[in-house]
């Protein structure tokens, strides 16, 4: 299939959930020419790289596919209510071959540069393989969490010991018997792995920068009565889910949890403290997100639980959350997080209490001038989320401008899914549309859907390039920017806020539009019927 100077209609960056289903949506209804790039050597984006221990999905799994194929929606069978990381790739690796889409991926292959042509209206694409291909339409689908955040730790090169980000673990996976292993991080993925960890070795050493929210996962198998009752009630949970707020069948409380009595509310959050998952967080009442005081008390609820489960209360309080707001960062889900901390072989160290690490040496890490001796670390910090992966394309729109320069003070976007300057460029579940704050195979499939329908609008109207006037952008990302003002959300240091990252300028990555993923939905649809407002096409 390698070869240069190919043309196609359209380039795909990504076999992942978004990169597969661009594929088949592109090439199958609209018949298109396709070429997908990816770089690991299979389909599966985050659920092929992110092969840490306890890898799983937070949300439930019966939502967490795809909802294009309604036979497989009926025939595909879960194992448990959150599968675990080599269960999604089985399932993203059946849907490929089911629906033959190898033939147009290129594996192994990472784009690095793209330029769009003024004249011909064509994206010439270069790969690491030497490859430079034309498409009429560049797609990335090239995840929102890919790009691996490793701080440069000093004296990181000096340790003698094995590391791992848990971004690119080893495919064979890691042995942790008998050693003596630090995790760095407590964020969604370091509390899915720390309990798995701390079964396996010798000792585990936590290093917290910031104590996060937990809520319990209850993952489990999940009653095949439900499941049967869900696989009838297919048609209405797609159609939920998609007029949703966050892409789930969660819905606020339409009340104050201040208005509520103390009983009142207690019955409330037993109830979904229960149920786990996100419903604590996405179910909760609807001021949680807007008022202090109403955050507060909510907040109040998971720090006695944690102070009910830890049984060493210095630990405990190591453990509770100080300076931000419940919710304001992504809520990680944990099966026995806050238990493990009660194991004799597990110590936590808080960089507010105990001190910050301050460097790697040959043996361990050392933190609050106390040297801790280590066989491995995990690091479990994070990604340069949304805009890292773009940046990483080296793409060069009208005139060669690039992302680096046009996003200094933040993204910059239209509805998420097209840049002014870059014209035939899509960005699945791109900065600023809802994405990350949503069940992402809704938003994936919401995007990709759109984007089709722009094409094939484009090829029956004779048009050859599309782009967002900066007018209309300039009034998306004051939109963006406004309504997540009224929130909460902008009071914490959390990767939503670009803040994980030094130097990232500080900026809200995605939308919280004021009605979700499905007010998302509507708006963008009534864009697309007023012949692509806020687009101009040539
Ligand atoms: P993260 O939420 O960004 O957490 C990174 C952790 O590393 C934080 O505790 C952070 O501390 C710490 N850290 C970063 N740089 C550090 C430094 N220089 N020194 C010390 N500590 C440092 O990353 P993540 O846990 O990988 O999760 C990222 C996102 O991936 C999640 O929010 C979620 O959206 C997604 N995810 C999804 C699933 C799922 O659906 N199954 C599972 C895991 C992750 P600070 O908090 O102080 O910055």
Redesign the pocket.
């Known amino acids: 299939m390698a070869g240069a100077n190919q043309h196609f209609d359209a380039v795909v960056i990504g076999a992942g959930f978004s990169g597969l289903h661009m594929l088949k949506s592109l090439r199958d209804k609209l018949g298109l020419k396709v070429r997908v790039y990816e770089t690991g050597d299979t389909v599966g984006g985050t659920w092929y790289w992110?092969r840490y221990p306890g890898?799983?999905?937070?949300?439930d799994a019966y939502i967490y596919c795809f909802t294009w194929d309604k036979q497989l929606l009926q025939e595909w069978e879960w194992s448990e209510r959150?599968p675990e990381q080599h269960e999604i790739l089985r399932y993203l690796e059946h849907v490929a071959k089911r629906h033959d889409l190898k033939r147009n991926i290129q594996f192994n292959t990472r784009v690095t540069g793209a330029e769009f042509d003024e004249n011909t209206n064509l994206w010439t694409v270069h790969t690491d393989k030497a490859e430079e291909v034309t498409a009429r339409y560049l797609i990335t689908a090239v995840g929102t969490?890919s790009d691996t955040?490793m701080?440069l730790?000093k004296g990181l090169e000096k340790f003698k010991g094995k590391w791992y980000h848990?971004?690119r673990f080893p495919h064979a996976g890691v042995d942790f018997t008998g050693k003596r292993v630090g995790v760095?991080?407590?964020?969604?993925?370091?509390?899915?792995a720390i309990p798995e960890i701390a079964q396996q070795a010798k000792q585990l050493i936590v290093?917290?920068?910031?104590a996060?929210y937990c809520v319990p996962a209850r993952n489990g198998k999940v009653d095949p009565e439900l499941v049967k009752a869900r696989k009838a009630d297919y048609e209405g949970i797609v159609q939920r889910i998609r007029e949703s707020f966050f892409g789930q069948e969660h819905y606020f409380i339409p009340k104050s949890v201040l208005e509520a009595t103390p009983e009142e509310r207690e019955s409330v959050f037993d109830r979904m403290w229960d149920a786990g998952g996100f419903a604590f967080w996405l179910a909760n009442y609807q001021d949680m997100f807007f008022s202090q005081e109403a955050n507060d008390v909510c907040a109040d609820y998971i720090k006695r639980k944690i102070r009910s489960t830890v049984k060493e209360p210095r630990t405990a309080e190591k453990l509770i959350p100080k300076g931000h707001a419940y919710g304001t960062?992504?809520q990680?889900l944990d099966t026995n997080y806050y238990e493990t901390f009660n194991r004799d072989n597990v110590l936590l160290v808080d960089?507010k209490i105990d001190g910050?690490?301050e460097e790697i040496t040959e043996t361990g890490i050392r933190a609050g001038g106390k040297e801790y001796p280590l066989d491995i670390i995990v690091f479990?910090?994070?990604?340069d989320?949304m805009t890292g992966p773009l940046k990483a394309l080296n793409l060069k729109g009208r005139g060669g401008r690039t992302l680096d320069l046009e996003w200094q003070d933040g993204p910059h976007t239209y509805l998420g899914v097209a840049i002014a300057g870059f014209p035939n460029l899509f960005t699945i579940t791109g900065p600023q549309s809802p994405s990350?704050l949503s069940n992402m195979p809704v938003s994936i499939e919401q995007h990709v859907e759109w984007i089709t329908d722009c094409i094939e609008s484009m090829r029956k109207n004779g048009k050859t390039s599309i782009e967002a006037t900066p007018s209309a952008q300039d009034q998306w990302v004051a939109h963006v920017n406004e309504i997540v003002s009224a929130t909460l959300m902008t009071t914490a240091?959390s990767?939503y806020m670009s803040?994980?990252i030094a130097g990232k300028p500080r900026a809200f990555l995605p939308y919280l539009g004021p009605e979700g993923v499905g007010g998302y939905r509507k708006k963008c649809d009534e864009i697309a019927a007023k012949g692509y407002e806020g687009f101009e096409l040539a």
């Open positions: 992110n890898a799983r999905c937070d949300s959150y969490l955040n701080p730790f848990t971004s760095v991080g407590t964020g969604a993925t370091a509390v899915q290093f917290q920068r910031t996060n960062k992504r990680p960089a910050g690490i479990a910090t994070g990604f989320a990350v240091n990767w803040a994980n």
